[in-house]
């Protein structure tokens, strides 16, 4: 069944396209539904509802039917639902778009009486957004469907496999120059007209001529109807400073919600993205539906925002497309473009039947490239690298070096230089920003950090209209994969340019969990250069950023150590206690034990430190168990525990690297000292023939030979 929603007076009407029996008697009591009638016609239901207050009911199409309730269904922003946008029919008329239409019906209004033609529709499409008055029709706001207020009998209603089409005699209707539009934004805000080129320029002349004649009490609205003329006519800073200079005499003006969109979208397609921010909103409830596309408008001229700003923009493409062809040509680009690049599969499909030209050819390619069709997608790119318009060819030469890059036609190499070849044209077509974000994205690839960054600040540095929102992805993940090098160690050379690098561009960074995860290795970094202050600053403000309790824990580990190697045991336990958490692993567990039996043993409390560690089969609890046991001279439990490190660390074949030919030297030591020959021998056999550094061998077979060793021992100098 097709339906259609509407408030009429104070009632809200819901009209059902086919004469369908209800019982009403399960509502009761007095409530908003109390009042629910239901009269069945011969091919209809006519249900009312009497609003007692400004209450709104919202009607959403279910699993389980269609839903009316005085709040909004609780899965989704019903301010993102669908609205029809009416368009110019291909055989006359306007057409109201429906994808699967009812029937259209002629019925009273129950509260004005008037005769009104009722358009259906079986799923839920949405309905009009606002009141449109024409010659011999109103076209009525619906929450679905739509309904038309007949004053004329000329005036028809048809259903076609499309949609609902409303004409004149049969045929177009006589106002057209604004009956494609739905909504206050474009009909009483912006002043849109679909007229001719010539017509909308004359227009704007006579416009300004009443302005100029206009006496001081019309003077703002005679000036308000020139900047909406000279929007309509595409003149788009003529509307900004006609309107700017309206506001600087009559500022009370500027509080007005259509005359600060007019300015905002005036801004907008000037070029001056940040003064068009005030699109973003807020705006009255009963507008925001309205104003979305716009916002989407803005979304994808500033960036950072691609995918919100593709929604927004393929839901209502279609009103767009409506648009008059001086406003069209500018926006329609922008919102195609936008789509293709970042668009869902399903929001691709508003792309299908597009102007003629080289921007929504663009468009296409980019539709071609998300759905899969890359050999097609390439070759169209590579046909619009040759185009005349500057902006379309190299948007499609960066393309057609990145899929070359991604197909490994060319080297990550060869694709730098050619994104560096292409900045003095992209400079002229105003595109260097982006042809540097790419570059960026190659010597990140390349693990070329210096030159990533490099051009990043190049990036931001060429466009003012660059926000921190496009860089901060890329610049995120370029100072990620530096920390992420950093940490695992490098040699220090190295390692001292990472860090540099960091330090000059954390600050760029918006506090976050992202910034936090890049700082705890950041801070490892400092340690590792024998920086402990600096360290435990980085771990300190990495903190309060960090959501996971897990990573907290981490970041409060490192901040203990680093307090450790600043001799501050006591702030070491503080940071271990405000970052501990019951629920964490086993292993993070074990690792604060391990910190705190340091924090134990820097205080001098080695017993303490020896409890701690019990049991704990860890390298490094190892390691520090026997240094304890080494001070204490109690050289059994020592070798017990290095000898475990041993077995683990130094292998059976292949060359013995330093570390471990010093852990071979250090296990013999403790053996020697504490008469062990059968640790002794057991490390022999397991270094066997392999050599060693000149002195390190030497050392080795004195404190391994078979003869009482542990009373000359301590005259023996080991190498550290």
């Known amino acids: 069944m097709g339906i259609a929603g509407f408030p009429s007076g104070d009632n809200f009407v819901i009209v059902v396209d086919n004469a369908e029996p209800m019982d009403t008697s399960a509502l009761r009591g007095d409530g908003i539904f109390s009042t629910l009638t239901v009269n069945t016609l011969p091919d209809a239901t006519v249900i009312q509802v009497r609003l007692p207050d400004t209450r709104h009911l919202y009607l959403s199409q279910q699993s389980e039917g269609w839903v009316l309730g005085d709040k909004p269904p609780p899965e989704a922003d019903y301010n993102d639902r669908p609205v029809i946008n009416p368009r110019q029919g291909d055989s006359g008329g306007i057409l109201y778009p429906m994808r699967r239409p009812g029937r259209v019906l002629s019925i009273t209004d129950p509260t004005s009486g008037a005769r009104l033609l009722v358009g259906t529709s079986a799923s839920d499409d949405g309905g009009i957004l606002s009141l449109r008055n024409g010659d011999g029709y109103d076209v009525w706001p619906t929450t679905e469907g739509v309904v038309v207020a007949a004053r004329s009998p000329d005036i028809g209603l048809k259903a076609t496999p499309e949609g609902a089409l409303l004409t004149s005699s049969g045929t177009s209707v006589p106002d057209s120059a604004a009956a494609v539009y739905g909504s206050d934004v474009d009909l009483h805000w912006l002043d849109l007209r679909n007229l001719s080129g010539k017509a909308l320029g004359a227009r704007f002349h006579n416009a300004t001529i009443a302005a100029a004649d206009s006496q001081p009490a019309q003077r703002f ?54 003064e068009a921010s005030l699109l973003a909103g807020p705006w009255p409830d009963d507008q925001v539906r309205a104003t979305q596309v716009w916002r ?12 919100e700003a593709a929604s927004l923009l393929a839901r209502d493409f279609a009103r767009l497309k409506n648009y008059p062809d001086t406003v069209r040509d500018i926006v329609l680009p922008i919102a195609a473009e936008e789509i293709g690049r970042y668009g869902s599969p399903d929001e691709l499909s508003a792309l299908d039947g597009m102007p003629a030209g080289a921007p929504y050819l663009l468009a296409a390619a980019f539709k071609e490239l998300r759905t899969g069709k890359r050999d097609r997608a390439y070759a169209a790119f590579r046909k619009l690298v040759d185009n005349r318009n500057p902006i379309i060819s190299e948007k499609a030469l960066e393309q057609v070096i990145s899929l070359d890059l991604a197909d490994g036609r060319i080297t990550p190499d060869s694709a730098a230089e050619q994104f560096g070849s292409m900045i003095p044209d992209a400079r002229l077509a105003g595109r260097e920003a982006a042809v540097r974000l790419l570059q960026a994205d190659v010597y990140g ?9 490099t051009a990043i600040d190049q990036a931001q540095a060429a466009s003012s209209l660059v926000s921190h929102d496009m860089v901060a992805p890329l610049l995120f993940q370029t100072l990620a994969e530096i920390a992420d090098a950093g940490a695992k160690g490098t040699d220090q050379g190295s390692l001292l340019h990472n860090t540099a690098l960091l330090r000059a561009h954390l600050p760029e960074l918006p506090p976050g969990p992202k910034k936090g995860d890049i700082l705890v290795p950041y801070g490892k970094m400092l340690l590792a250069l024998g920086l402990p202050d600096e360290a435990a600053q980085a771990f300190s403000d990495a903190i309060p950023m960090l959501d996971s309790p897990a990573v907290r824990a981490l970041a409060g580990e490192e901040l203990a150590n680093a307090d450790i190697a600043r001799n501050l045991p006591k702030d070491a336990a503080e940071a271990l206690a405000r970052t501990d958490d019951p629920g964490l692993p086993v292993e993070l567990k074990a690792n604060e034990r391990r910190i705190l039996a340091k924090i134990a043993l820097a205080t001098g409390d080695q017993t303490a430190s020896l409890s701690l560690l019990r049991g704990d089969t860890n390298m490094a609890a190892l390691d520090m168990s026997a240094r304890i046991h080494e001070g204490k001279d109690e050289w059994a439990a020592a070798v017990r525990d290095v000898r475990r490190i041993a077995e683990t660390e130094i292998p059976k074949k292949n060359p013995l690297t330093r570390k471990q030919q010093a852990l071979a030297l250090r296990l013999a030591s403790d053996a020697a000292q504490a008469g062990d020959r059968p640790t002794l021998d057991w490390i022999t056999d397991r270094v066997g023939d392999r050599q060693m550094e000149h002195n390190s061998e030497r050392v080795f077979k004195l404190l391994t030979k078979r003869q009482e060793v542990t009373s000359s021992i301590n005259s023996i100098s080991l190498p550290e």
């Open 221 to 274: 609205a005679r000036r308000l109807d020139a900047a909406r003329a000279a929007f309509g006519a595409g003149a788009f800073v003529e509307a900004r400073g006609i309107l700017t200079v309206a506001l600087q005499d009559d500022p009370e003006e500027g509080a007005r919600s259509d005359v600060r969109f007019l300015l905002a979208a005036s801004e907008l397609l000037s070029g001056s993205t940040e």
């Open 296 to 307: 989407g408008l803005y979304l994808a001229s500033t960036g950072g925002h691609d995918t």
């Open 445 to 453: 690839r390349m693990e070329k950090w210096s030159d990533a960054l």
